[in-house]
């Protein structure tokens, strides 16, 4: 074990109180600023896997609403068809319904696989926050139990 005086040489090695606040302090800008730059980038790449998905909800949006309309005109077609025993345009009605609510429901589920596989969350950001944490929470009891 170090005596006192080696200790008190050690704290006392040329270097001010001044001096180990300044480099304190740039380390933890540093230290801020790679974390930033990190949750940026991964920022960056999740908007691109939302661009790509969201306009694909947005089609799947669009020809759901028009699959229910079609639906909806199949339906009167049908409804008239009985009573009247025309039963040709009815028919096409149901068709263009299916039409548009398979073209719909594969572009809204790729859309929906692409969103769900970029997430929102910046995990790669969050894993490297939560390993600094428990470096801290090391450091701290290591200067503690010393």
């Known amino acids: 074990m170090e005596s ?3 200790i008190q040489k050690g704290i006392h090695s040329g270097r001010t109180v001044g001096d180990v606040l300044q480099e304190l302090k740039d380390e933890l ?7 930033y730059q990190m949750l940026i980038a991964e920022m960056k790449e999740k908007m691109l896997a939302w661009k790509a998905g969201v306009p694909m909800l947005g089609v ?17 077609a049908t409804v ?16 263009v319904f299916l039409l ?8 809204g589920w790729m859309g929906y ?3 769900q596989k970029a997430g929102m969350a910046p995990t790669r950001t969050m894993r490297v926050l939560k ?3 428990a470096w801290i929470q090391n450091e701290t009891q290591q200067v503690r139990s010393a």
């Open 60 to 76: 799947a949006a669009i020809l759901g609403i028009a699959a229910f309309m079609v639906f909806s005109f199949g339906l009167v």
């Open 131 to 133: 390993q600094d944490q």
């Open 80 to 95: 008239a068809a009985l009573v009247d025993g025309r039963v040709g345009w009815a028919i096409g009605a149901v068709a």
């Open 29 to 35: 800008r540093e230290f801020a600023e790679t974390r």
């Open 100 to 107: 548009y609510a398979l073209i719909g429901g594969i572009v």
């Open 113 to 115: 696989k692409e969103v």
């Open 4 to 6: 006192k005086t080696e």
